[in-house]
């Protein structure tokens, strides 16, 4: 339902925000472990790693930026336009993340495609520690969520299987909509969705491409990097829809 802009909903303690648009990987939920992936990712092969192997071969993996790593992607020519339109098709998805594991040394054939099977599986990713608190507050306060991901492949097995999905009234996939963030469309596409004005969003994401938003106008705040299953500052989102800054 649409919520005009009166002065009465900030008298009403909305403090200016009347809906939430959330990013997923890296502020709803985090990859596993990358040693985890990488030992399950051996054993589809048929290798059995000694905890040395799986955590040098992570070390490697993570090197090249592999989701999650917090390392900036070491994209080489031969996978470029792959990597450039991984958000937008799955088939580039798949063939850039796998390209990018199959560059990292000590990786056998077979691994990078399993590892990417792995980030693909609803298996593969924890939420943090503060996301279901904070959505259940959201949603016990009225305020609409909508989900607005880069990503080149159907988020909603995931976010079931973390308990999330039921939180989401807009899904927002870049592969589905055509555009990314940062480009003002996604935004606008999510706020369509939810039939609020820009002014009256809060993004809430860990990267500058979600600053994006604030082009539209909408209030942006960026969560720091966290590991898998630890609190990740989702419960500054509360105060902030409450206070609007």
Request: hydrophobic share 40%.
């Given at each position: 339902m649409?919520?005009?802009?009166?002065?009465g909903d900030d008298d009403a303690g909305r403090g200016g925000v009347d809906a939430v648009l959330f990013d997923f990987h890296g502020t709803l939920a985090q990859l596993e472990p990358l040693t985890r992936s990488v030992s399950l990712a051996a054993e589809s092969c048929g290798r059995r790693l000694n905890p040395l192997a799986v955590t040098a071969l992570a070390d490697a993996i993570g090197a090249q930026g592999w989701l999650g790593s917090g390392m900036e992607p070491r994209v080489r020519p031969d996978f470029a336009d792959a990597w450039a339109d991984r958000d937008l098709d799955e088939e580039a998805h798949r063939e850039a993340f796998t390209a990018l594991a199959a560059q990292a040394h000590g990786v056998f054939e077979g691994l990078a495609e399993a590892l990417y099977d792995r980030m693909a599986s609803p298996e593969g990713?924890?939420?943090?520690?503060?996301?279901?608190?904070?959505?259940?507050?959201?949603?016990?306060?009225?305020?609409p969520i909508a989900l607005v991901s880069n990503i080149g492949f159907d988020a909603r097995p995931i976010l079931r299987?973390?308990?999330?999905?039921?939180?989401?009234?807009?899904?927002?996939?870049?592969?589905?909509?055509?555009?990314?963030?940062?480009?003002?469309?996604?935004?606008?596409?999510?706020?369509?969705?939810?039939d609020v004005e820009p002014s009256r969003v809060l993004m809430v994401g860990d990267t500058m491409a979600d600053a994006g938003a604030a082009r539209i106008g909408a209030r942006c705040y960026l969560?720091?990097?966290?590991?898998?299953?630890?609190?990740?500052?989702?419960d500054a989102v509360l105060r902030l829809v409450r206070t609007g800054c």
């Open positions: 649409h919520r005009d802009s009166s002065p990713w924890v939420a943090f520690a503060d996301t279901i608190g904070t959505l259940v507050s959201l949603k016990a306060q009225g305020y299987r973390l308990g999330i999905d039921r939180f989401i009234d807009e899904w927002v996939l870049s592969y589905e909509v055509g555009y990314c963030k940062p480009d003002e469309k996604i935004f606008y596409a999510a706020c369509h969705a939810l969560v720091p990097h966290a590991e898998a299953g630890r609190m990740v500052g989702l």
